[in-house]
């Protein structure tokens, strides 16, 4: 049953019809229903629904190249090297469709690579802001989510 996010919904739908880069941050405590909204958004769309779990950095970057390569049955490529060939490489396949790529729990990334926002900021500023890639970035570590991902893009 889905009750009492058709506003938050309706806002996702809005930001994905635009046909330029989007990204969107969601966050707030455990158990409120994050997950099952953007489950509900992502149906029926193009959408990788990525969610991070408390790893370190290599087995994270492992699962995420999983998921995404997956995603598109690549067959050339086994797993990404870094994150800038795993953030590279999505940015060629959203370059004149709509693409969402949501991140579900996006501070167990951050924590495990203290680079890694610099890193998103760096590929949406010169890269991700030339497609149709609709970024979600999610979390309920409030802090992390007001001071690190926020804070990244003010």
Not at 55 to 66: G, P
């Amino acid at each position: 049953m889905f009750i009492g996010r058709e506003r938050e919904l309706s806002a996702l739908e809005r930001a994905y019809g635009q046909s330029t880069f989007q990204m969107i941050v969601l966050y707030g405590r455990r158990r409120i229903g994050k997950t099952t909204l953007l489950s509900r958004f992502a149906e029926g769309k193009r959408a990788i629904f990525f969610s991070a779990q408390q790893v370190n950095d290599h087995l994270a970057l492992e699962q995420f190249s999983a998921k995404v390569l997956e995603f598109f049955a690549e067959k050339m490529i086994r797993r990404f090297d870094d994150w800038a060939m795993a953030f590279e490489y999505l940015g060629q396949k959203a370059p004149n469709e709509r693409l969402v790529l949501i991140i579900d729990e996006f501070p167990y990334l951050a924590s495990a690579n203290p680079a890694l926002l610099s890193l998103l900021q760096h590929t949406i500023d010169h890269e991700w802001q030339k497609t149709q890639l609709y970024l979600v970035l999610c979390g309920s570590s409030i802090g992390i989510m007001e001071s690190e991902v926020l804070g990244a893009k003010r």
